[in-house]
């Protein structure tokens, strides 16, 4: 199937723009395609209410390179846009999260489960067949590495999170697809064990 991408734009309204004060003086501009263009009119905004602004541009889901690249240069992140799906994926680069609307974002990294993986026999492997989430590698070399366990490779299109249920003897799943997806569902990801 083809796949048509058509990037749609918006104006962003800087009345979204709320408790400044209470966010650091060094910031990182972060956003979903929509709000690109918009980035330096709200970086002037800013930067004429005292801040000191460095833009990275946009991030998704599953990658934030651009928010890495400037990461050393602020103290937080400023995330463009709404919802908490995509400036989530910056919990793992050590700094503050804020939304446009003041909101510090607060994510809990998952503990426990690596020593869940250590301890458990079954381990279930989820591999995405979607483009840019296939890593096959990765569940082959968690075989070669844990020959004490039963590694079992689960491939799948869509995860459908209620499926995971069919299998009780798994005692641990591992994650390959998008990171993401241990937001929603008691997994690790491949990169934790890693």
């Known amino acids: 199937m083809k796949t048509l991408f058509i990037p749609a734009k918006a104006k962003y309204d800087f009345k979204e723009l709320k408790n400044l004060d209470k966010m650091p003086k060094k910031l990182g501009l972060v956003t979903t395609i929509q709000y690109v263009d918009e980035l330096p009119k709200i970086k002037k905004y800013l930067e004429g209410k005292g801040k000191l602004v460095e833009i990275g541009g946009q991030i998704l889901g599953c990658n ?60 279930g492997v989820i591999v995405s067949l979607k483009k840019g989430q296939l890593h096959m590698d990765w569940a082959e070399n968690l075989k070669k590495k844990y020959k004490d366990k039963n590694i079992y490779i689960f491939v799948c299109d869509t995860l459908d999170y ?24 008691a997994v690790l990801n491949y990169e934790d064990i890693k």
């Open 162 to 185: 209620n499926q995971l249920e069919n299998f009780p003897f798994i005692e641990c799943w591992v994650n390959t697809a998008c990171p993401r997806i241990a937001d929603d569902i």
């Open 64 to 123: 934030v390179k651009n928010a890495e690249k400037i990461k050393e240069k602020v103290d937080a992140f400023l995330y463009i846009g709404s919802g908490h799906f995509h400036p989530g994926a910056l919990i793992d680069l050590g700094k503050d999260i804020f939304l446009s609307n003041g909101e510090k974002v607060v994510f809990k990294k998952r503990k426990g489960m690596l020593s869940k993986f250590y301890a458990s026999k079954n381990i």
